[in-house]
Antibody
């Protein structure tokens, strides 16, 4: 059974930093791209960042580029999001999600949509 | 970035009603259109990918159609479990972008 469990959320002051983690199980983690999606209170979904299975490529929304860094440790089946220079508008529930991927001959290709999601972790940026 | 626009933003319907939600992309995305369902306080759930392919385990009362810029999610006979917010997402290019959501409420 695929499971994704986020942690690391909390209250942080503007300008501060926070690192989110997402522990994955139930699938071959290194084969799949992973993504972070956030949802501000009462608002819609916003894609934040994506990292390929090997970690060799990363992508960011313009709203977080230069402030957030996505990474992964495939030996620990864990995804991370380092968030620096946090702003009030970064307040949201942050979800990690697994790329649905198309796998053939042992190679998985990201498809850009997400078939499993964690339960989310709340980040509040406030003084 | 590709903009995704859903309509309506909310709707009220009764159990058994046929419900249709539309999603329009700001440029052609072929069939790279995804639908998710999100219930209050929960993570989104993948319903439909490639515009019309049902994810495993999703009831057949859900269907998707469209290509290019205009897409539709249809619930043929609304059930109590279907009251939720529905989001479209394009997977054509990065950044993947979502529509603003359509909240389906009980009439």
């Amino acid at each position: 059974e695929v499971q994704l469990l986020e942690s690391g959320g909390g209250l942080v002051q503007p300008g501060g930093s926070l690192r989110l983690s997402c522990a994955a199980s139930g699938f071959t983690f290194s084969n799949y791209a992973m993504t972070w999606v956030r949802q501000a209170p009462g608002k819609g979904l916003e894609w934040v960042s994506l990292i390929t299975g090997s970690g060799s490529a990363t992508y960011y929304a313009d709203s977080v580029k230069g402030r957030f860094t996505v990474s992964r440790d495939n030996s620990k089946n864990t995804l991370y999001l380092q968030m620096d220079s946090l702003r009030a508008e970064d307040t949201a529930v942050y979800y990690c999600a697994k790329d649905a991927a198309y796998c053939t001959n042992g190679v998985c290709y990201k498809v850009g949509y997400f078939d499993y999601w964690g339960q989310g972790t709340l980040v509040t940026v406030s003084s | 970035d590709i903009q995704m626009t859903q309509s309506p933003s909310s709707l009220s319907a009764s159990v058994g009603d046929r419900v249709t939600i539309t999603c329009r992309a700001s440029q052609s995305i072929s069939s790279h259109l995804i639908w998710y369902q999100q219930k209050s306080g929960k993570a989104p759930k993948l319903l439909i990918y490639a515009a019309s392919t049902l994810q495993g385990g999703v009831p057949s009362r859900f269907s998707g159609s469209g290509s290019g810029t205009d897409f539709t999610l249809t619930i043929s006979s609304l059930q109590p479990d279907d009251f939720a917010t529905y989001y479209c997402q394009q997977s054509y290019s990065t950044p993947q972008t979502f529509g603003q959501g359509t909240k389906v409420e009980i009439k």
